[in-house]
């Protein structure tokens, strides 16, 4: 499975952000989505995840209520919308699959991941 992020960009704070994930190769299977984020000096953090069938899905307690993930399984892709941008949303976005059906919240449980996309928000 291939994974390609778009949608980073430098936005003023109070903005939104739509980044997507479109998956290419072996996307028949089962897979559970995700974005993590991380920031210059920081470790890589979770996000949000999807569940495969998208009913499921979960976020860290920094985003809820801002952001919104999302995945359109037609297309092979997943979203992150993200509105009410903080500067410490700045990080570089990745998206990622694990071969599950439900959430994953750790990193080593996805086995795909996308080349990150970064999103730079300013005071």
């Known amino acids: 499975v291939q994974l390609q992020a778009s949608g980073g960009g430098l936005v003023q704070a109070g903005g939104s952000l739509r980044l997507s994930c479109a998956a290419s190769?072996?996307?028949?299977?089962?897979?559970?989505m995700s974005w993590f984020r991380q920031a210059p000096g920081k470790e890589r953090e979770f996000v949000a995840a999807i569940s495969k069938s998208g009913v499921s899905t979960d976020y860290v307690d920094s985003v809820k209520g801002r952001f919104t993930i999302s995945r359109d399984n037609a297309k092979n892709t997943v979203y992150l919308q993200m509105n009410s941008l903080k500067p410490e949303d700045t990080a570089v976005y990745y998206c990622?699959?694990?071969?599950?059906?439900?959430?994953?919240?750790?990193?080593?449980?996805?086995?795909?991941w996308g080349q990150g996309t970064l999103v730079t928000v300013s005071s």
């Open positions: 990622a699959a694990a071969p599950r059906r439900y959430i994953a919240y750790n990193a080593y449980e996805y086995n795909y």
């Open positions: 190769g072996r996307t028949d299977s089962t897979y559970a």
